[in-house]
């Protein structure tokens, strides 16, 4: 099945955010609570929301497309701001966000939903945009993937 650039980024978030809300309600296996639970489930999620936020924001003001199903429709290799520590701070801030609310939800089941995000967007996202960037931009991302990190 070619599901590569095919399911939008916040399409995929929705989904993982909906099957942590199932898991959580029907196959908990086993429920974790701690101490400062909910602030840690919110520092996440906040963390995660700013973190894509400036991803896209520096992605506008570059205007470059934020659209990450045509990556050969970029218009500059963007490196600077947030892209100077993470290739992909959108797709970081998104999964930041899912791990909050899977510690929010307290399931620990959950956390195999945070799992299948990460690998799911790695494999059909982040990987076919890396291809297109490196044809599209050649040495220039060649050396970009050598001085920064994919996730962090």
């Known amino acids: 099945m070619k599901l590569s650039l095919k399911i939008p980024p916040l399409a995929q978030a929705a989904i993982a955010v909906f099957l942590i809300w199932l898991v959580d309600r029907h196959a908990p296996l086993y429920h974790i609570d701690f101490n400062y639970q909910n602030l ?19 992605f506008r003001k570059l205007k470059t497309t934020v659209d990450p199903r045509i990556p050969e429709k970029a218009k ?4 600077t701001g947030i892209y ?12 930041l966000a899912i791990t909050g609310v899977a510690v929010y939800s307290g399931a620990f089941s959950s ?12 494999k059909y996202q ?7 960037l490196q044809e599209k931009f050649g040495d220039s ?10 996730w962090l």
């Open 141 to 150: 991302y060649t050396h970009y993937t050598r001085n920064v990190r994919r």
């Open 40 to 58: 840690v489930a919110r520092v996440l999620i906040g963390t995660g929301l700013i973190i894509a936020l400036s991803g896209v924001l520096t």
């Open 126 to 132: 982040i990987i076919p945009e890396e291809v297109a």
């Open 84 to 95: 100077k520590y993470t290739r992909n701070p959108m797709y970081l801030g998104l999964l």
């Open 76 to 79: 500059k290799l963007v490196f």
């Open 111 to 122: 956390l195999f939903v945070v799992f299948l995000f990460a690998a799911f967007i790695n």
